[in-house]
């Protein structure tokens, strides 16, 4: 799995570094690697403070040793944190308001793949698995920091990660498939409640990314890549671009929205 220098991050995007997310308080899920590891790196370099949370402490570790190159170390914290769990999720909220007073953003991005297996071959406990991360986790997270959100009346950002797969479906994936379409409809759902809070709701939609799960199949981004109609696969940085602008003060009425990086997959 690639992991960007600060270098290489700043050469990629977005606007005035240090500055677009500067003051803002955001939790990330799923921050140990891939999508979430890049989301928290991006916020950190565009200013904001950082909750990183999941279950892998090393990877955690990890991260927050990558965040501390740039100076970003006084604005992060990790902590484990098991999103099926509402206990869990209620301490990660709870220390993310002790250590920066408030909270802006949170991303649910915690999510797993068990891999390929037809529908009459799904056990109950494999299904039951992919909906308590990947469905009851999100609304676990978006529900805790929602309640946050609203009391302060501030406004604020919710993003939870979605996926093509839930757009234009694959074979041997119905369990992942309708979790996380649940997750689309959820969050567009909950776009239309919390607009009166001037809370908006989205979902990225990413495509097939390179990540440590996809570069862990021999051969998998090589032949998935030619089938996309931009001939590439997405890498994280690019979805941890586009959230940093959702999440800005650039994008005040950018809500209810599916928003797809995919080279075109859901398209072709």
Request: hydrophobic fraction near 45%; glycine fraction near 10%; proline fraction near 3%.
């Amino acid at each position: 799995m690639v992991d960007y220098s600060w270098e290489e991050i700043e050469f990629m995007g977005g606007k005035d570094m240090n500055e677009r997310l500067a003051g803002k308080v955001i939790i990330v899920t799923g921050a140990e690697s891939g999508i979430g590891r890049s989301i928290v790196q991006r916020c950190i370099i565009d200013g904001a403070c950082v909750t990183a949370a999941g279950l892998n402490v090393e990877g955690l570790k990890e991260t927050a040793d990558l965040c501390a190159e740039t100076g970003g170390k006084e604005r992060l914290i990790w902590t484990k944190t098991d999103v099926r769990e509402t206990a869990s999720v209620n301490d990660m909220i709870n220390q993310t308001k002790k250590n920066f007073s408030r909270l802006d953003a949170a991303i649910a991005n915690a999510g797993i793949v068990l891999g390929q297996t037809p529908f009459y071959n799904i056990t109950l406990d494999d299904w039951d698995r992919i909906i308590a991360t990947n469905l009851r986790g999100v609304f676990i997270t978006i529900q805790a920091a929602c309640k946050v959100l609203i009391e302060q009346g501030e406004g604020g950002s919710l993003l939870a990660t979605g996926s093509s797969t839930a757009i234009r479906v694959a074979p041997g994936f119905a369990s992942y498939i309708a979790a996380k379409g649940g997750v689309h409809l959820m969050m567009q759902a909950l776009a239309l409640e919390l607009a009166e809070h001037k809370i908006r709701v989205n979902t990225i939609v990413p495509g097939t990314t390179r990540t440590a799960i996809t570069e862990a199949l021999p051969g998998y981004l090589d032949k998935v890549a030619p089938t996309l109609p931009m001939g590439e696969v997405v890498e994280p940085y690019e979805l941890a671009n586009f959230v940093s602008f959702a999440l800005s003060d650039e994008a005040p009425h950018l809500t209810g929205t599916l928003l797809k990086v995919d080279a075109g997959r859901v398209i072709a």
